[in-house]
T-cell receptor
C-alpha cells in the first residue's frame, strides 16, 4: 500500500534557525506532492504543492520543498524560521492522478523566541 | 482562496444517537469531497470519498452503514454517524476539490465529536 512517512515527529528550533522536515513516499509512479500546515486552533492550509516541472517548489511564507524522485522524497525547508511558524506540518501525496490523498503522520514544529 | 466550511464545529451526543455533520464548499463547486478522521496525535485517515450524485467510496475498514455519506449537491456533503458510541469520538475533517488528479484539496475546519 502507498504510504507517506515523516521522520521528525517533534522539532524544536530557535527563531532564525533553518528548518528541514523530511518526507518520503512509497509509490514509484506518478505522484502529486503537498505540504499542509495546521496552526494552533486552525484548519489545514496548503503551503505548497508539486505536480510537475521544476522540482524545487516555492510556497507561501518563505517555505520551499524539493522533489527528489530518485529518493522518493519531498522535504520541506525554510532558511530562517519565525515564532509564527509554530504549527503542525503534514506531507501528503496523491497517486496516479487520483484525487485521494494520503497523509504523513505530521511533524510538530515549535519555534522558541 | 477556496473556502470549505463545516457545521457544527463541536458536538456532544449520547451513545446510541445519530449525528449529522455538514461540509460545504462556499465559493466553488466540488465534484468530490473527502471525509477524514483525525485521532489525537495521529494523522488524518481517509474514511471515504464522496462524489456528487453517486455513492460514496469507503476505505477499507470503514463501516458504510455506520458512516452514511450523502453528496446531494455540488456544494454540500453530509456525514452521518449513526448509533454513535464513545469510540466514535474523534475529529472529523472534510475536504473538497473541483475535480481532477492535480486538483488541490481545501480543508474544512473540522468537527469535534464527543460521544458520552
Amino acid at each position: 500500500a502507498q504510504s507517506v512517512s515523516q521522520h521528525n515527529h517533534h522539532v524544536i528550533l530557535s527563531e532564525a534557525a533553518s528548518l528541514e522536515l523530511g518526507c518520503n513516499y512509497s509509490y514509484g509512479g506518478t505522484v502529486n506532492l503537498f505540504w499542509y500546515v495546521q496552526y494552533p486552533g486552525q484548519h489545514l492550509q496548503l503551503l505548497l504543492k508539486y505536480f510537475s516541472g521544476d522540482p524545487l517548489v516555492k510556497g507561501i511564507k518563505g517555505f520551499e520543498a524539493e522533489f527528489i524522485k530518485s529518493k522518493f522524497s519531498f522535504n520541506l525547508r525554510k532558511p530562517s524560521v519565525q515564532w509564527s511558524d509554530t504549527a503542525e506540518y503534514f506531507c501528503a501525496v496523491n497517486y496516479g492522478g487520483y484525487q485521494k490523498v494520503t497523509f504523513g503522520t505530521g511533524t510538530k514544529l515549535q519555534v522558541i523566541p | 482562496g477556496a473556502v470549505v466550511s463545516q457545521h457544527p464545529s463541536r458536538v456532544i451526543c449520547k451513545s446510541g444517537t445519530s449525528v449529522k455533520i455538514e461540509c460545504r464548499s462556499l465559493d466553488f463547486q466540488a465534484t468530490t469531497m473527502f471525509w477524514y478522521r483525525q485521532f489525537p496525535k495521529q494523522s488524518l485517515m481517509l474514511m471515504a470519498t464522496s462524489n456528487e450524485g453517486s455513492k460514496a467510496t469507503y476505505e477499507q475498514g470503514v463501516e458504510k452503514d455506520k458512516f452514511l455519506i450523502n453528496h446531494a449537491s455540488l456544494t454540500l456533503s453530509t456525514l452521518t454517524v449513526t448509533s454513535a458510541h464513545p469510540e466514535d469520538s474523534s475529529f472529523y475533517i472534510c475536504s473538497a476539490g473541483s475535480g481532477g488528479g492535480t486538483d488541490t484539496q481545501y480543508f474544512g475546519p473540522g468537527t469535534r465529536l464527543t460521544v458520552l
